[in-house]
Every structure is written in structure tokens, then in C-alpha cells.
DNA sequence: CGTATTTGACCACA
DNA sequence: TGTGGTCAAATACG
């Protein structure tokens, strides 16, 4: 329906994945050159930012090349609500979980189901921390179902929840459906730079950064049958690997203290300071430093590929 | 021993 | 009345 519509109005599929790599080699060319001079001022951009859109560039190209459209595996499944709407008030917060009933919340209309990230990492980390609370069998589906709320429920009565559900097998694909918005401000992906889901208040920003550039409205139109699996289970290995260097540093998604570690060990920047080790400089290498994208502008130009990193 | 998870029961909604 | 969401006691874990 809008479909052909919002593609009209945007470049052909092949063209946004050619930019998208093109604006991936811009980044790490900017990268080399940052790890070539670390010393350089000027840097608007850290290294893990921009690695980290390096990333997304390329999972971004190669799920515009795969043979289905786009479906809502690590989109939102209600975009509608909250596209590009910094006008458009944020969603009432939730009613607080600890009612003095187990009254069941109207989970099921679109307008509290905020949005769903499908992952091959039942792990996946999205940045915040959550406490189980429940876990259900679900008669449409062979696989239970495992509610969450936010650790910080009572603490900062934070009304976030999210479903977790296996829906494919093989191979295996999880999906996370995230309700409520987060009151306690606190998302680790500022700090850790991960790239996942974030916030439904005032993670809008990072919620952009797994649109890809794509029409939402052809999200609404393909369902979960059509996982880009290939390209999950890239980023699904791509926050594995995020979370080993938290491990490293001695941080936990278990610690309810992370955060505050998290946020002595870096520099208050929203898109954080830390500069993962570089386990590999060839396939930067590779790249000519003479074509390294310094005008900012570009960056702006393909803001489609920005994955909230400012 | 404190905290997180599990699990059966309860409850509301369709 | 069936299903799904939540509660809270029991259990597991570090």
C-alpha cells in the first residue's frame, strides 16, 4: 500500500545499499585515521561510534540486498506511533506494575505494545536491565513465553516491561517485545554504545538506528516470516561480542550496578568514549585514507544509516 | 544470606 | 470460559 508510495520517495534499494556501504567505508576510513592519530583533535565522533556504525552500514546493505523486504525482525512493529514524531507527545506512561490486583494491562492494543526487536541471541542485551518476573505457554505458539519488567522497577518505579519469545527454530530466532517506557533513565547503551533497542521514551534516537533507512511502512506489511536471519545472527554475534568486553571490564548485565560503573569507567559523552580494542586494523587497511569522509555534512546526508549515535 | 529465577495460582479480558 | 499477564511463594544461585 504506501509501499510504493514511500519508495518513490526514496532511492531504489540498490542505491540505499550502495550508500549505505559508501557511508560504511567512510566510517572506517575516519576510523583509521582516528586510530592512525588518536592524538588528533577534532574528533566529533569516537572510534566505538563509529565502528559501531560501520556495522550498521554493512548489516544495513546487506539486508537491503537480501531477497525479502525488510520485515519487523529488528524493526518496530508499531512505528506508526512513533515515527519521526518528536511532535507527537511520548506514550503515557504505564501504570505502575504493583496494582493492588493482578489486573491484566491492555498489552495487546497497538498502542502499548511499543515495539519488538527479533534477535538469534536469547541473551541479546539491549541495554538495560531486567528481572524476571514470569514465564508463560503460549497457546498459538510450542514455545513459552518469559515476561520481564525493569530491575529498576521500584527503585525508580520504571514501568518498562518486555515479552520474550522464542519464534523460529531453526535457526533460532527470539522476539522481544518491548511495552511501557523506561522511567529511570537508565540505558547502558549511552554508555556502552551498543547497538540495540533503547528506550521508548526518549530513545527515539536510538530506535533509529536499527530503521535503516527503510520505508516503515513496508515493516508494516511483512511479518514475521520474512527474518533477515543472516543478518541478525551478524548482529547478534556482533553484541555477544559487545557484552565479552563488558565482561572484560568486570561488568555484568547481572550487576544492578553496572551502570554506575559503566559510567565511572567513561566519559559522560551520550555516545560514549570507549574505544574498544581494535582486534584488527587490516581490513581498515584496506581502505584510502584520502577518501576519508571529513565534511560532517555527510553525515547528516545519510542520516538514514544513523543508528542514534548523537 | 541476599538476590534472582521459577512456577503455580490468581485475575482480567475477549 | 479460555487465554494471557501478573503475583508471590518456593527455589536456586552466587
Redesign the pocket.
Known sequence: MAKTSTLNSMNTSHEKAVQAILYGQSCAKRLKLQLDHPMADGRSVSNYDLAKSIVHCFSSAISIFSDKPKSEDNLFSDLSSRDSSSSSPPPPPPLP???H????????TNSSENWRHDSPDPNYYDGFLW??????T???SKHQ?S?YRC?YNIDHACGA?K?EQKIKDNPPVYRTTYFGHHTCNINHNQDAGLTTVGDSVNDLENSRMIWFGEDLDQEKESHTSGLSVSVKHEEGSIKEETMDQYRHRGITS?D?DCQNVIKENHQPSPSGSYTPPSSSGSEIDMFDSDLLVEDLDLWDRYDMYDFGLR
Do not use: F, M, P, V
Open positions: 506494575q504493583r496494582s490486583s493482578k489486573k491484566r494491562k491492555n498489552n495487546n528481572r524476571k518476573y514470569g514465564q508463560k503460549i497457546k498459538q513465553r515476561y530491575s516491561r515479552h547481572h544492578k
